[in-house]
């Protein structure tokens, strides 16, 4: 981490003695330079403007298409677990039929409220 703090001030600061010694020796005036500048200045925040918006643009669509995915793919899978649960329920009750008759099956029949044996 430590080098690549030092990787990026000796990188800044090659870069102002570069264009400080690019000033220095500009065959033109001052302001011809300092209008040039601006104009570059300029030109560079157009740009990255430019390109933000795009960028912002891009992702708020890309966002957009996968909220409308992830919608109906949510939709979709609680439709499934919908279609799942009334499948066991079905076949709960089948079983708890059978359970019953096996059970009427064992049970002994009752004379007067008591059981015969």
Do not use: C, H, W
């Not at 066991?88 to 059981?115: C, D, F, M, Y």
Request: no cysteine.
């Amino acid at each position: 981490m430590a080098k690549t703090g030092n990787a990026l001030v000796a990188l800044v600061a090659g870069a102002a003695i570069g264009v400080a010694a690019g000033l220095l020796y500009a065959p033109e005036s001052g302001e011809k330079t300092r209008k040039k500048l601006k104009k570059k200045a300029d030109k560079a925040q157009r740009d990255i403007k430019n390109q933000a918006q795009t960028a912002y643009d891009t992702l708020t669509t890309k966002a957009s298409e996968y909220k409308g995915t992830l919608d109906e793919r949510l939709e979709t899978a609680l439709s499934t677990a919908s279609f799942k649960a009334d499948d066991a329920i079905v076949s709960l009750e089948r079983k708890l039929e059978q359970l019953r008759a096996q059970n009427a099956k064992l049970q002994k029949p009752k004379v007067n409220g008591k059981t015969t044996v």
